[in-house]
Protein backbone atom coordinates (compact mmCIF):
# COMPACT_ATOMS: atom_id res chain seq x y z
CA UNK A 1 0.00 0.00 0.00
CA UNK A 2 1.67 2.94 -1.27
CA UNK A 3 1.64 5.96 1.28
CA UNK A 4 2.39 9.70 0.29
CA UNK A 5 4.41 10.82 3.06
CA UNK A 6 2.77 14.40 2.74
CA UNK A 7 -0.72 12.87 3.78
CA UNK A 8 0.44 11.24 6.73
CA UNK A 9 0.27 13.50 9.95
CA UNK A 10 0.97 13.12 13.42
CA UNK A 11 -0.80 14.43 16.16
CA UNK A 12 -0.64 14.29 19.84
CA UNK A 13 -4.19 14.01 21.23
CA UNK A 14 -3.80 16.15 24.36
CA UNK A 15 -1.34 18.95 22.30
CA UNK A 16 -1.35 19.48 19.21
CA UNK A 17 1.52 21.01 18.80
CA UNK A 18 3.81 21.08 21.85
CA UNK A 19 6.00 24.21 22.68
CA UNK A 20 9.56 24.17 22.53
CA UNK A 21 10.07 24.42 26.10
CA UNK A 22 7.91 21.94 26.52
CA UNK A 23 10.23 19.54 24.40
CA UNK A 24 13.32 20.76 26.34
CA UNK A 25 11.57 20.19 29.24
CA UNK A 26 10.43 16.64 28.85
CA UNK A 27 14.02 15.59 26.98
CA UNK A 28 15.76 17.08 30.29
CA UNK A 29 13.63 15.03 32.70
CA UNK A 30 13.83 12.02 30.35
CA UNK A 31 17.82 12.30 30.25
CA UNK A 32 18.37 12.99 33.92
CA UNK A 33 16.07 9.76 34.72
CA UNK A 34 19.15 7.59 33.06
CA UNK A 35 21.82 6.51 34.97
CA UNK A 36 24.98 7.51 34.13
CA UNK A 37 26.11 4.23 31.71
CA UNK A 38 22.42 4.83 29.52
CA UNK A 39 23.29 8.76 29.58
CA UNK A 40 26.86 7.71 27.97
CA UNK A 41 25.25 5.63 25.42
CA UNK A 42 22.42 8.06 24.24
CA UNK A 43 25.81 10.30 23.55
CA UNK A 44 27.04 7.70 21.33
CA UNK A 45 24.07 6.80 18.89
CA UNK A 46 24.74 6.90 15.58
CA UNK A 47 22.02 9.28 14.42
CA UNK A 48 22.17 8.97 10.77
CA UNK A 49 19.91 5.49 10.56
CA UNK A 50 17.69 7.49 12.55
CA UNK A 51 17.34 10.47 10.26
CA UNK A 52 17.02 8.31 7.33
CA UNK A 53 13.75 6.70 9.17
CA UNK A 54 12.40 9.67 10.23
CA UNK A 55 12.27 10.79 6.57
CA UNK A 56 10.03 8.03 5.34
CA UNK A 57 6.55 7.57 6.05
CA UNK A 58 5.31 6.01 9.24
CA UNK A 59 4.10 2.83 6.76
CA UNK A 60 7.32 2.64 5.23
CA UNK A 61 8.91 2.11 8.44
CA UNK A 62 6.91 -0.29 9.08
CA UNK A 63 7.51 -2.14 5.75
CA UNK A 64 11.28 -1.51 6.07
CA UNK A 65 11.69 -3.07 9.76
CA UNK A 66 9.56 -6.06 8.44
CA UNK A 67 11.84 -6.42 5.29
CA UNK A 68 15.11 -6.30 7.51
CA UNK A 69 13.65 -8.50 9.65
CA UNK A 70 12.73 -11.52 6.76
CA UNK A 71 16.17 -11.16 5.07
CA UNK A 72 17.63 -11.43 8.98
CA UNK A 73 15.83 -14.73 9.66
CA UNK A 74 16.73 -15.86 5.99
CA UNK A 75 20.66 -15.71 6.98
CA UNK A 76 19.73 -17.68 9.74
CA UNK A 77 18.02 -20.14 8.51
CA UNK A 78 19.96 -20.62 4.83
CA UNK A 79 24.23 -19.74 5.91
CA UNK A 80 26.28 -19.34 2.94
CA UNK A 81 29.41 -21.86 2.84
CA UNK A 82 31.48 -18.72 2.43
CA UNK A 83 29.47 -17.00 5.64
CA UNK A 84 30.40 -19.72 7.94
CA UNK B 1 1.81 -28.43 13.22
CA UNK B 2 1.35 -25.03 11.58
CA UNK B 3 3.88 -23.10 9.70
CA UNK B 4 3.79 -19.41 10.43
CA UNK B 5 5.95 -16.88 9.53
CA UNK B 6 8.66 -16.14 12.21
CA UNK B 7 8.55 -12.57 11.50
CA UNK B 8 5.26 -10.18 11.51
CA UNK B 9 4.57 -8.36 8.40
CA UNK B 10 3.50 -5.67 10.26
CA UNK B 11 1.94 -3.93 7.44
CA UNK B 12 -0.40 -6.44 6.58
CA UNK B 13 -1.17 -7.58 10.21
CA UNK B 14 -2.04 -3.56 11.29
CA UNK B 15 -4.65 -3.84 8.22
CA UNK B 16 -6.41 -6.80 9.60
CA UNK B 17 -6.92 -5.26 12.81
CA UNK B 18 -8.31 -1.94 11.63
CA UNK B 19 -9.95 -3.53 8.85
CA UNK B 20 -11.75 -5.40 11.27
CA UNK B 21 -12.53 -2.60 13.41
CA UNK B 22 -10.28 -3.55 16.55
CA UNK B 23 -9.40 -1.23 19.05
CA UNK B 24 -5.55 -1.03 19.91
CA UNK B 25 -2.62 0.47 21.07
CA UNK B 26 0.80 -0.31 19.59
CA UNK B 27 3.39 -0.74 22.00
CA UNK B 28 6.41 -2.44 21.99
CA UNK B 29 9.25 -2.63 18.67
CA UNK B 30 6.58 -1.80 16.69
CA UNK B 31 5.37 1.30 18.40
CA UNK B 32 9.19 2.06 18.20
CA UNK B 33 9.78 2.15 14.64
CA UNK B 34 6.86 3.80 13.89
CA UNK B 35 7.75 6.84 15.78
CA UNK B 36 10.98 6.94 13.62
CA UNK B 37 13.39 4.03 15.91
CA UNK B 38 15.48 1.90 13.75
CA UNK B 39 14.80 -1.03 15.41
CA UNK B 40 13.93 -4.51 14.88
CA UNK B 41 11.17 -6.13 15.67
CA UNK B 42 9.72 -9.55 15.05
CA UNK B 43 6.47 -9.44 16.26
CA UNK B 44 3.33 -6.90 16.64
CA UNK B 45 2.35 -5.86 20.24
CA UNK B 46 -0.49 -5.00 20.98
CA UNK B 47 -2.91 -3.58 24.02
CA UNK B 48 -6.71 -4.20 23.04
CA UNK B 49 -9.43 -2.43 24.46
CA UNK B 50 -11.15 -5.35 26.46
CA UNK B 51 -14.72 -4.54 25.67
CA UNK B 52 -16.32 -7.86 24.58
CA UNK B 53 -17.41 -6.22 21.59
CA UNK B 54 -13.65 -5.44 20.45
CA UNK B 55 -12.81 -8.92 22.40
CA UNK B 56 -14.92 -10.70 19.78
CA UNK B 57 -13.78 -8.38 17.08
CA UNK B 58 -10.42 -9.64 17.64
CA UNK B 59 -10.88 -12.86 18.58
CA UNK B 60 -12.90 -13.38 14.82
CA UNK B 61 -9.41 -12.24 13.50
CA UNK B 62 -7.20 -14.01 15.22
CA UNK B 63 -9.29 -16.67 13.79
CA UNK B 64 -9.10 -15.73 10.49
CA UNK B 65 -5.69 -15.45 10.91
CA UNK B 66 -5.23 -19.49 12.03
CA UNK B 67 -3.85 -17.86 15.63
CA UNK B 68 -2.41 -20.47 17.96
CA UNK B 69 0.12 -20.43 21.03
CA UNK B 70 3.44 -19.44 20.19
CA UNK B 71 5.08 -21.05 22.54
CA UNK B 72 3.43 -24.81 23.38
CA UNK B 73 5.90 -26.83 23.13
CA UNK B 74 3.69 -29.63 22.75
CA UNK B 75 2.18 -28.30 19.52
CA UNK B 76 -1.06 -28.60 20.39
CA UNK B 77 -2.20 -25.87 18.07
CA UNK B 78 -4.07 -24.14 21.37
CA UNK B 79 -6.29 -21.33 20.44
CA UNK B 80 -6.86 -17.95 22.70
CA UNK B 81 -9.80 -17.25 24.06
CA UNK B 82 -12.33 -14.74 24.52
CA UNK B 83 -11.73 -15.18 28.29
CA UNK B 84 -8.01 -14.85 27.97
CA UNK B 85 -8.11 -11.63 25.51
CA UNK B 86 -10.50 -10.09 28.22
CA UNK B 87 -8.47 -10.90 31.05
CA UNK B 88 -5.02 -9.12 32.60
CA UNK B 89 -2.63 -11.66 30.79
CA UNK B 90 0.20 -10.98 27.76
CA UNK B 91 -0.52 -13.57 25.07
CA UNK B 92 2.10 -14.74 22.76
CA UNK B 93 0.44 -16.18 19.43
CA UNK B 94 1.88 -17.53 16.00
CA UNK B 95 -0.56 -15.98 13.07
CA UNK B 96 -0.46 -16.64 9.20
CA UNK B 97 1.13 -13.20 9.28
CA UNK B 98 3.32 -13.93 11.77
CA UNK B 99 4.24 -13.31 15.18
CA UNK B 100 0.97 -11.12 17.46
CA UNK B 101 1.08 -10.70 20.88
CA UNK B 102 -2.17 -9.25 22.38
CA UNK B 103 -1.50 -7.70 25.56
CA UNK B 104 -4.46 -7.29 28.28
CA UNK B 105 -2.31 -4.79 30.25
CA UNK B 106 1.61 -3.40 30.41
CA UNK B 107 3.66 -2.06 32.74
CA UNK B 108 1.81 -3.05 36.32
CA UNK B 109 -2.06 -2.78 35.33
CA UNK B 110 -2.10 -0.40 32.47
CA UNK B 111 -4.71 -1.49 29.90
CA UNK B 112 -6.32 0.27 26.56
CA UNK B 113 -7.75 3.01 28.09
CA UNK B 114 -4.87 4.23 30.54
CA UNK B 115 -2.78 4.28 27.61
CA UNK B 116 -4.65 5.81 25.04
CA UNK B 117 -3.54 9.15 26.88
CA UNK B 118 -0.15 8.72 25.89
CA UNK B 119 -0.67 8.22 22.24
CA UNK B 120 0.32 9.81 19.64
CA UNK B 121 -2.15 9.48 16.80
CA UNK B 122 -0.37 8.39 13.14
CA UNK B 123 -3.55 8.92 10.39
CA UNK B 124 -2.10 8.21 6.39
CA UNK B 125 -5.90 8.78 5.03
CA UNK B 126 -6.77 5.61 4.96
CA UNK B 127 -5.28 4.05 8.60
CA UNK B 128 -5.30 5.55 11.79
CA UNK B 129 -3.16 4.26 14.13
CA UNK B 130 -2.91 4.92 18.16
CA UNK B 131 0.82 4.47 18.53
CA UNK B 132 2.03 4.96 22.26
CA UNK B 133 4.28 8.08 22.68
CA UNK B 134 8.08 7.91 23.29
CA UNK B 135 8.59 9.20 26.69
CA UNK B 136 5.93 6.41 27.77
CA UNK B 137 7.50 3.81 25.43
CA UNK B 138 11.26 5.11 27.48
CA UNK B 139 9.70 4.86 30.96
CA UNK B 140 7.81 1.40 30.36
CA UNK B 141 11.41 -0.37 28.71
CA UNK B 142 13.32 0.99 31.68
CA UNK B 143 10.83 0.03 34.37
CA UNK B 144 11.10 -3.47 32.88
CA UNK B 145 14.34 -3.80 34.08
CA UNK B 146 15.31 -6.78 31.50
CA UNK B 147 18.56 -6.04 29.46
CA UNK B 148 17.26 -6.24 25.93
CA UNK B 149 14.85 -3.58 26.71
CA UNK B 150 17.45 -1.09 28.38
CA UNK B 151 20.09 -1.65 25.22
CA UNK B 152 17.13 0.00 23.06
CA UNK B 153 16.67 2.57 25.47
CA UNK B 154 19.51 5.26 24.03
CA UNK B 155 17.97 4.49 20.44
CA UNK B 156 14.37 5.76 21.89
CA UNK B 157 16.03 8.72 23.61
CA UNK B 158 18.28 9.75 20.64
CA UNK B 159 14.95 9.48 18.75
CA UNK B 160 12.94 11.45 20.91
CA UNK B 161 15.78 14.24 20.68
CA UNK B 162 15.79 14.37 17.06
CA UNK B 163 12.40 14.93 16.22
CA UNK B 164 12.50 17.63 19.26
CA UNK B 165 15.25 19.00 16.80
CA UNK B 166 13.85 22.76 15.31
CA UNK B 167 13.55 21.68 11.76
CA UNK B 168 15.60 23.15 8.84
CA UNK B 169 13.34 25.97 6.81
New interface residues.
Partial sequence: ?A?DPA????????EAEPK?DT??A??AQ??A??DPE?QQ??A??D?S??????AQ???D???S??N???S??RFGRDPSPAGR | MTHHPPAADLNALLGELVGAGVEFVIVGGAAAVLQGAPVATLDLDIVHRRTPENVARLLAVLERLDATMRYDLAYRNLRPTAEMLGGRGQINLSTSLGPLDPLCEIDEGLGYEELLAHTDQITDGSISLHVLDLPTLISVKLKTGRAKDRMVVPLLVATLQERSEPKEP
Fill in positions: MVEVTVVAPNACSLMILSLLAVEVRLIRLSLSPRRLRASMMRLM
